[in-house]
């Protein structure tokens, strides 16, 4: 094949409709429309996530509510997503046999976690629409690449240096003291990182995480934590969810809120710029989050670095964004779904104010399930259990959104819901 011939990573060749049973409408430089409900051969378009986990599943979710077929490859037999997706390709995520049976079966296929390898993205991108695509993800994978990325965006992030070898260890700056030391690649939900006062620290702390690359990241003065989450069609076409405000737990995400004024105003209008900025920057396709911090008002760091910095980007729908589910008339999958599928990206409206609780493990106390029917018989109240068999501490096992009429009564009701399921008030 030649090199006009190929396809280029992550689109279609100009006017073919891929195998699987996948019609294409119509194939432009930019892409390809996969329509609901269409068949070829006598099979439903279908299309592909690598993963099964909750994000996958909600994912196959709103895939089906809108007439696909879905194939999930996730290694997990019990995966929460194949559970409930039409085909499970039960392999690695490496696998020639599973990634050709993917291709096969799929019209798209997208990713449900930055970790799948970006190798097997560039294999399935070879001869099928992917998004996000392989070098997104790639760069979303290591945090010096994306540190980078952020610098050539012109998105303030705190002040950093890369650690990689004992060269690098000493050179780094008393300035940047106190800090934290986070791992290059596979750090998530508060893990690979380590807080370091001084050189001594530090020293021990890269020894910890056994002398890999690492990222560290001067420590600034917090206020508060938030994230924006932005859709991005094959076209350039974008829309996002409204600025969602953060509180972590341990590195984990404990309780999001979402509506009007939960972010100044001014603040929330410069993260959503930020993070398109990003998004057009990688000339990105599907969904992606971008967190930030909001630093103390007053301070020496607020003013030099214009009082928002980004933290990091997530190649995919976010924990953060689950409340759109029930509190907007596009959830953040019904956009994965139109950015892999090619279709129109309308921007998304918020109808209620909302509050999610994130579900943990921690609240199966010794197996027991939690009081769903006195957490249900609140106003507003929508469980979401992800269908995963056993509970373990610090585990994703659900999500709890509450919506309603105010801001104080949703607050009002999940102070409530927190207060039955025994997690700490906020």
Same mark, same amino acid.
């Given at each position: 094949m030649s090199g006009q011939d190929a396809a280029a990573p992550g689109r279609p060749k100009q006017g073919t409709t891929p195998s699987g049973g996948s019609a294409v409408r119509k194939a432009t430089s930019v892409g390809a429309t996969f329509l609901p409900g269409s068949s070829s051969n006598g099979q439903q378009t279908t299309l592909g996530v690598m993963g099964g986990?909750? +994000?996958?599943?909600? #994912?196959? $979710? @709103?895939?089906? @509510?809108?007439?696909y077929f879905t194939v999930v490859l996730d290694p997990d037999v019990i995966s929460p997503a194949g559970l409930v997706s039409h085909y499970h390709i039960q392999t690695d995520y490496l696998d020639e046999q599973g990634l050709t049976q993917l291709m096969q079966r799929c019209a798209a296929i997208t990713t449900e976690f930055e970790n799948v390898p970006a190798p097997a993205l560039m294999t399935l991108g070879a001869a099928r629409p992917v998004a996000p695509s392989a070098e997104a993800v790639?760069? @979303?994978q290591d945090r010096v690449k994306e540190k980078a990325h952020f610098v050539r965006c012109g998105v303030p992030c705190a002040p950093y240096a890369v650690i990689g070898s004992a060269a690098q260890l000493?050179?780094? %700056?008393?300035?940047?003291?106190? %800090?934290?030391?986070?791992?290059?690649?596979?750090g998530y939900d508060g893990k690979g990182q380590v807080r370091v006062t001084n050189r001594t620290e530090l020293a021990a702390a890269w020894a910890e995480l056994k002398g890999v690359t690492c990222v560290l990241e001067k420590m600034l003065p917090l206020q508060a934590e938030c994230s924006v989450i932005v859709a991005r069609g094959w076209d350039g076409s974008m829309v996002n969810l409204p600025v969602q405000l953060n509180l972590h737990r341990e590195g984990i995400l404990a309780v999001t809120s979402a509506y009007e004024g939960n972010v100044p105003a001014a603040l929330a209008e410069r993260a959503v710029a930020a993070t398109k900025a990003i998004a057009d920057e990688? $000339?990105?396709?599907?969904?992606?989050?971008?967190? #930030?911090?909001?630093?103390?008002?007053g301070t020496a760091e607020a003013t030099a670095l214009g009082g928002l910095i980004v933290n990091e980007m997530a190649p995919r729908p976010h924990n953060s964004g689950h409340y759109s589910l029930? @509190?907007?008339?596009? %959830? $953040? #999958?019904? +956009?994965?779904?139109?950015?892999?599928a090619g279709l129109p990206l309308v921007q998304p409206r918020q109808h209620s104010p909302a509050i999610m609780l994130n579900l943990l493990g921690d609240l199966w106390v010794e197996g027991a399930s939690p009081a769903w029917d006195q957490v249900l018989a609140l106003p507003g109240a929508h469980l979401h259990l992800y269908g995963k068999l056993t509970a373990s501490k610090g585990r994703k096992m659900g999500h709890l959104t509450l919506t309603g009429a105010s801001v104080a009564e949703v607050r009002a009701t999940a102070l409530a819901a927190a207060a039955i399921l025994g997690i700490e008030a906020f």
């Open positions: 986990g909750q +994000l996958g599943r909600m #994912f196959v $979710q @709103a895939a089906q @509510a809108m007439g790639g760069i @979303a000493a050179a780094v %700056s008393d300035d940047l003291l106190p %800090s934290i030391v986070k791992t290059a690649r596979m990688l $000339q990105y396709v599907g969904v992606l989050c971008v967190e #930030f911090f909001v630093l103390q008002e029930d @509190a907007c008339d596009l %959830s $953040q #999958f019904d +956009l994965q779904v139109r950015t892999l």
